[in-house]
């Protein structure tokens, strides 16, 4: 079994280029859309699920404010650039998205889904404090408390 989803530390060289693990860089090859994230963090992802992303947002615009709906285009589309993951693996980010995501030396390349996200390291492990408590309550309504334990 392959897992298409992880959590990988990297770094952010001098350049403003993050390494992508080894494992993930088959799905993500050629050009790429490179964004701000809807958290603190970087969007990674290919030209076609770019095209789904746009679509998906001018299908929702009849349910949005015009203020919403801008202040979602200038989030992420405004952010918008094409990139390509290097020779060695590495992807550079614009410095305006890496100020955005607040990106220091120490990163993590998250894979989820089908795009991938670079996180600070630290602004992640608080994000994850955050997530944790949503965690359990989505769990107990599921039933899946006791999803390990044997009955």
């Known amino acids: 079994m392959e897992l298409r989803t ?3 530390e990297s770094t952010l060289d001098d350049k403003g280029r993050v390494g992508i693990p080894t494992k993930l860089r088959d799905r993500f090859e050629g050009e790429l ?3 701000q994230g809807s958290q603190a963090c970087v969007w990674i992802m290919t030209p076609a699920l770019w095209e789904q992303f746009q679509e998906k947002l001018e299908a929702s615009a009849s349910s949005l404010t015009y203020e919403e ?3 979602f285009k200038y989030q992420h589309e405004a952010a918008a650039q094409v990139a390509e993951i290097d020779k060695s693996g590495r992807i550079p980010v614009p410095a305006a998205i890496r100020k955005y995501a607040g990106l220091t030396r120490d990163c993590l390349v998250v894979s989820i889904e089908d795009h991938l996200e670079i996180w600070n390291a630290e602004t992640y492990q608080a994000y994850m404090q955050e997530v944790r408590a949503k965690t359990r309550e989505a769990m107990q ?3 899946a408390v006791r999803l390990f334990n044997k009955d």
Do not use: D
């Open 6 to 8: 992880g959590t990988f």
């Open 33 to 35: 859309v490179i964004t």
């Open 69 to 71: 709906y801008m202040a």
């Open 141 to 143: 309504k599921m039933g």
